[in-house]
C-alpha cells in the first residue's frame, strides 16, 4: 500500500505558478512510479505528467508541455508539479497517483494503483 497527500493548491492568476506536492508513505517509494492526474467539473479524470523511479523517464500531456515540470525526491519520498504559465483552462482537483511498478507502463487511470485525495488549483482570467 501507498498513501499520497498532496498541498500545495490554491487560487492564482493567469500566468502565474503554483507548486504542488505529493507526499508518500507505505511501500518503498523509490519502487514506484508517480504522476498527476486532473479533474475539472463534469469532466474526466485526465492524464497531466507521469515519472519513474529513478526519474529517467517522464511523460507530460500535450496541453502541459513546455508549462509543467514534474519532478521527485526519493530521500524525502515527494514528487513535485511545477506548473508555470497557468492558464485558466487548468483549473481543476489535481490528483497524485503511483503505480506499483517503477517504470512508466501507460498514461491512463488504470495504469495507476494507488491515489490522493486531490488538491484544488484555480486559475482565474
Known amino acids: 500500500q501507498v498513501q499520497l497527500v498532496e498541498s500545495g493548491g490554491g487560487l492564482v492568476q493567469a500566468g502565474g505558478s503554483l507548486r504542488l506536492s505529493c507526499a508518500a508513505s507505505?511501500?518503498?517509494?523509490?519502487?514506484?512510479?508517480m504522476g498527476w492526474f486532473r479533474q475539472a467539473p463534469g469532466k474526466e479524470r485526465e492524464f497531466v505528467a507521469a515519472i519513474s523511479w529513478s526519474g529517467g523517464s517522464i511523460n507530460y500531456a500535450d496541453s502541459v508541455k513546455d508549462r509543467f515540470t514534474i519532478s521527485r525526491d526519493n530521500a524525502k519520498n515527494t514528487v513535485y508539479l511545477q506548473m508555470s504559465s497557468l492558464k485558466p483552462e487548468d483549473t481543476a482537483v489535481y490528483y497524485c497517483?503511483?503505480?506499483?511498478?517503477?517504470?512508466?507502463?501507460?498514461?491512463?487511470?488504470?495504469?495507476?494503483?494507488?491515489w490522493g485525495q486531490g488538491t484544488q488549483v484555480t486559475v482565474s482570467s
Open positions: 497517483a503511483a503505480r506499483g511498478r517503477p517504470w512508466i507502463a501507460g498514461t491512463r487511470v488504470y495504469d495507476f494503483d494507488y
Open positions: 507505505g511501500r518503498t517509494f523509490s519502487g514506484v512510479a
